[in-house]
């Protein structure tokens, strides 16, 4: 009679607990912020899209919620994330980007102007012509942070949101609206297999659009006798393709995760750095979250110009 009652109670358990993996399993749905079990939740992501398979399985396809990586996982493996720890990692970014801001304008003093005056007979202005930078972010979050970014540091940048399989269907026209000195192509990206196929285009999730970004843009500069600097990547990109192509800096050489804030540390280094001299990984590395680990390249001419303007009573004299 004991034994019947144990089974009973087993049982009954059993249904209890498959009742409510169930209810978990059904409540996972497309734009929640899940972990990887067996990762340990490690990073946080958002489900971009749920796949049933033939086989009756779900797999949820994955990017970064604070990490410009993208995955996959099977449904059973996620787990859905306290709204606490999600704002404990967005408020981690935030708080990132207000100490990057508070760091660049205290060393550099970025301005967009500055008015010296000498004597009443004699005044000069020095106007500071950042360079322009065309941004291309495959993460609408990502793009909205970027746009701030840039705004805050006083860049002239524009933030454009589109899908990384679309950047090379747009980034010509792009190029030819805005005129941009630099390009950064980024978005979201990951190895399928991370311990094999390191020179497999297929083995990475959005390298090859990437990479085609880079062809387009390099052939409207060629048409166009226009001089890029291109940075391109996220995590875990195939580095020495998109070098090859032409970028001249990119992602990520160790196929590791990059910080969010490095695609823009290298256009904010091009840009406000003064033009005619040239700026390798070694004037940058100590900037990024990994240095050369995360981000290298072959380097580029730098894309800052200083115009001074000598204003005298009978006339203006101007250096350019």
Not at 2 to 16: H, R, S, V
Not at 238 to 256: M, V
């Amino acid at each position: 009679m004991f034994f019947y009652i144990t089974i009973l109670q087993k049982t009954t358990y059993y249904i209890i607990y498959l009742s409510l993996w169930g209810d978990i399993m059904e409540r996972i749905k497309k734009g929640d912020i899940v972990g990887r079990k067996s990762y340990n939740n490690d990073i946080l992501f958002i489900i971009k899209k749920i796949i049933n398979l033939s086989n009756g399985k779900k797999i949820a396809l994955l990017k970064g919620l604070t990490e410009r990586i993208e995955a996959d996982s099977d449904i059973e493996d996620l787990c859905l994330i306290r709204k606490e720890k999600v704002e404990n990692n967005l408020r981690s970014l935030d708080r990132k980007l207000k100490e990057r801001v508070f760091y660049c304008k205290k060393e550099n003093e970025v301005k967009k102007s500055k008015i010296k005056i000498f004597d009443k007979d004699y005044r000069t202005i020095e106007k500071v012509v950042t360079g322009k930078i065309l941004h291309l972010d495959g993460d609408r979050r990502y793009s909205q942070k970027s746009f701030k970014y840039y705004k805050e540091m006083g860049l002239n940048a524009i933030v454009k949101n589109i899908p990384e399989s679309k950047q090379p269907k747009v980034v010509y026209s792009l190029l030819k609206y805005y005129d941009p000195d630099i390009l950064v192509i980024t978005g979201h990206d990951g190895m399928i297999k991370k311990e094999s196929g390191y020179n497999d285009i297929y083995n990475y999730r959005n390298s090859r659009y990437f990479i085609k970004t880079v062809k387009e843009a390099r052939r409207y500069e060629e048409e166009n006798h226009k001089n890029l600097v291109i940075f391109a990547g996220a995590c875990q990109s195939y580095f020495e393709a998109l070098i090859s192509a032409g970028a001249n800096f990119a992602s990520s050489p160790a196929r590791i995760l990059i910080d969010f804030l490095d695609p823009l540390v290298v256009a904010e280094k091009v840009a406000l750095t003064d033009k005619y001299k040239y700026i390798t990984i070694n004037d940058i590395e100590d900037e990024l979250r990994d240095g050369k680990r995360g981000i290298d390249g072959i380097g580029a001419n730098r894309k800052k110009d200083d115009k001074v303007y000598i204003n005298t009573k009978r006339a203006i004299v101007i250096f350019l």
